[in-house]
Nanobody
């Protein structure tokens, strides 16, 4: 069982930056692949970025590639999402998720545990 808690969301102007954190409970964090998803109003939840247990493999959606950076610190049971050059279209609730197994996964169905989400709002 893994419990996930996101933090770091907020209101920022376009072009600004935010750093999201996802703190995981339990001692088996390093056995999970992790991901960041987001859901904007009236839109489906989508995968933004994902990372394998070792951090060797990372995935970014086309919409955030070059602007967002995913990372994790297994010693601290924490995953991060550094978001730079934010755009109004990045406005959404951001969720972290954990998938049992060490390999990177990109489908929502593969994720076993989810956080409650943190709101990110980018103003013009």
């Amino acid at each position: 069982q893994v419990q996930l808690v996101e933090s770091g969301g907020g209101l920022v102007q376009a072009g600004g930056s935010l750093r999201l954190s996802c703190a995981a409970s339990g001692r088996t964090f390093s056995t999970y692949a992790m991901g960041w998803f987001r859901q904007a109003p009236r839109k489906e939840r989508e995968l933004v970025s994902a990372i394998s247990w070792s951090s060797i493999t990372r995935y970014y959606s086309d919409s955030v590639k070059g602007r967002f950076t995913i990372s994790r610190d297994n010693a601290k049971n924490t995953m991060y999402l550094q978001m730079n050059s934010l755009k109004p279209e990045d406005t959404a609730v951001y969720y972290c998720a954990a998938s049992h197994g060490r390999l990177l996964v990109t489908t929502q169905e593969a994720y076993d545990y989810w956080g409650q989400g943190t709101q990110v709002t980018v103003s013009t």
